[in-house]
C-alpha cells in the first residue's frame, strides 16, 4: 500500500517540478510579493527609523460654543485642536517632540463646508468637525446631570483610505479622553451628593462650601491622559520589547492564503485525470480508492510545504536586507514553525479534498477552490484586520487562514502557546478530508 502511495506522490511531484511555468511562478511569487511587502513598510524595520507615515493634510474645524459653570468657560473642542495644530509660535523643538504634530499637518479653518470641499479635491486626508453643543452636552452640572451622546464627524478622502483611518483612531482616543474624563467629574459629584445626603456631618459644611463657591475641585487630570500613573509597554514574555513587523502579519497572512490556493490547484489533478480517463484505469488495477486519493493529496501536501517555507526564506532574506539584521520573521522557534506549516498544509490539503469531491471538473474544481480560498482570505484577517468589525470575528474562527497566521504572529512575539491552533487545524484537514473521501469514493462507484 506504501509502495503505490509513493509512486503517485511521484509522479506528481515529477509533473509539477518539472513545469517550468509552474515553478517560475511558485519562486517568483514569493519573492515578488517579499519585495513589495518590505518596500511598502521598509521603514518599520529599524526601531530608529522614522514615522512611515508623517504630515497628514487634515482640516479641523471648532464649531463648539463652550458652556460657563461656576464663572469658568470651558470649551472642551479646543482640545482636539490643541492636539492636533501647531501653536502660531512653536519652535522645532516643540515639532519634533510632539507625535502628533509629526503625525499630521493640521490646519484650523472656520468653515466646515470649506473643510468638506477640501476633502472632496483632495487638498485633505481627513477632516475634523466638532458641532456646537459638544461641551454643553458632555458638561456635567446640577442644571445638567445627565450627559448626553454626541458626535465629531470625521470626514475621510476617499482617496487616501489609510490616512483618513489614522485620523479616525486618533480622534476616536481623543474623544474618549474626554468622554471619560467628564463620566470621572459626574460620578465624583453624584458620590459627593449621596455622601452628603446620608451623613449630615459632611453634608453641611459641603453644602456651606458649594454654596459660598469655596468647593472649587480640580478635575484636571481627570481628562490628562498622561497624569495616569499606569503605563503600558509592549513586551515578549522575555521582556523584549515588542516593535511592529509588518512582515510577521502579511508574511503570515500571505503564506497561508497561497497555501489554499496551491492545494487547489495541486488537487484539481484529480479532475483532470478523471476526464482522461486515466483515473477510471488507476481504479480497476489493484489500488484501492483511499490509495488513490492518499497519493494524490500528499504530493499535494508535499507542494504546499515546499511553497511556504519558500516563502519564508523569502521573506526572511528580504526583511532581513531591509533592516540591515538577520530578521527572522516567525521566531527562532523552528519546531514551532514546522508544525504550523504542517498543520496549515494539511488542513489547506483536506479542504482541497473537500471541494473537489462535489464539482466534475477542473475548471469548476478552480472556480470553486478559488471562491473558497477568497472566502478564507477575506474572513480570516488576510487583508484587513477582523477584530475591527466585531460581526466577522465569529467568522474568522471558522477559517484556516485566522488559525494559521495567528500562530504565526504568536510565534515570531516568541509564544510557543500555539497548540490549539495547531489541534484545530489538524482537526480541520483530517474532517474536510474524511467528508472528502466519503463523496469521492462514492461518486467513484
Not at 490547484?265 to 484501492?288: C, Y
Request: hydrophobic share 50%; glycine share 8%.
Amino acid at each position: 500500500m506504501i509502495a503505490k502511495i509513493l509512486n503517485i506522490v511521484w509522479k506528481d511531484l515529477y509533473v509539477t517540478y518539472t513545469d517550468r511555468n509552474l515553478l517560475l511562478i511558485m519562486i517568483a511569487t514569493p519573492l515578488a510579493l517579499a519585495t513589495i511587502i518590505s518596500a511598502a513598510f521598509g521603514n518599520f524595520f529599524s526601531p530608529a527609523a522614522p514615522a512611515p507615515v508623517i504630515n497628514i493634510p487634515v482640516a479641523v474645524v471648532n464649531l463648539d460654543q463652550g458652556v460657563t459653570l461656576n464663572g469658568t468657560y470651558t470649551n472642551n473642542g479646543s482640545i482636539f485642536v490643541q492636539a492636533l495644530v501647531p501653536p502660531e509660535d512653536a519652535d522645532a523643538d516643540t515639532l519634533a517632540n510632539n507625535a502628533l504634530f509629526q503625525l499630521t499637518d493640521a490646519v484650523l479653518l472656520d468653515s466646515p463646508e470649506l473643510a468638506r470641499s477640501g476633502v472632496a479635491s483632495g487638498e485633505y486626508a481627513a477632516a475634523v468637525i466638532i458641532p456646537p453643543d459638544f461641551s454643553e452636552k458632555i458638561t456635567y452640572s446640577q442644571e445638567h446631570p445627565t450627559l448626553e451622546p454626541v458626535s465629531v464627524e470625521v470626514i475621510g478622502s476617499p482617496a487616501a483610505p489609510t490616512s483618513a483611518g489614522i485620523v479616525r483612531s486618533v480622534i476616536a482616543s481623543i474623544s474618549s479622553s474626554i468622554v471619560t474624563g467628564s463620566v470621572s467629574v459626574a460620578a465624583t459629584i453624584d458620590a459627593l451628593v449621596e455622601r452628603a445626603t446620608s451623613d449630615p456631618s459632611f453634608g453641611i459644611p459641603f453644602g456651606l462650601a458649594s454654596a459660598s463657591g469655596a468647593f472649587q475641585p480640580d478635575f484636571s487630570s481627570a481628562f490628562d491622559s498622561g497624569a495616569n500613573p499606569i503605563t503600558v509597554e509592549r513586551q515578549t514574555v522575555t521582556g523584549e520589547q515588542q516593535t511592529f513587523n509588518p512582515l510577521v502579519f502579511f508574511g503570515a497572512g500571505q503564506a497561508v492564503f497561497f497555501m489554499l490556493f496551491t492545494a487547489m490547484g495541486g488537487t484539481a489533478s484529480i479532475l483532470e485525470e478523471r476526464r482522461d480517463w486515466t483515473l477510471q484505469r488507476m481504479v480497476i488495477s489493484p489500488t484501492s480508492r483511499l490509495e488513490i486519493l492518499l497519493g494524490k493529496l500528499l504530493g499535494t501536501f508535499v507542494t504546499c510545504l515546499v511553497q511556504v517555507l519558500f516563502l519564508f526564506l523569502a521573506l526572511t532574506l528580504v526583511g532581513s536586507l531591509m533592516s540591515g539584521e538577520l530578521t527572522l520573521i516567525w521566531g527562532s522557534n523552528v519546531i514551532g514553525i514546522l508544525a504550523t506549516v504542517i498543520a496549515v498544509a494539511l488542513a489547506a490539503t483536506g479542504l482541497s479534498a473537500f471541494v473537489i469531491a462535489f464539482v466534475r471538473s477542473a475548471e469548476t474544481g478552480n472556480t470553486i477552490g478559488g471562491i473558497a480560498a477568497m472566502f478564507m482570505g477575506i474572513f480570516g484577517g488576510v487583508f484587513f484586520d477582523v477584530t475591527q468589525v466585531p460581526a466577522l470575528v465569529p467568522l474568522s474562527r471558522l477559517t484556516i487562514t485566522y488559525w494559521g497566521t495567528n500562530a504565526f504572529t504568536q510565534l515570531a512575539a516568541n509564544q510557543s502557546d500555539i497548540a490549539l491552533n495547531l489541534l484545530v487545524l489538524a482537526g480541520m484537514g483530517i474532517i474536510l478530508f474524511s467528508a472528502g473521501f466519503a463523496v469521492f469514493s462514492r461518486r467513484l462507484q
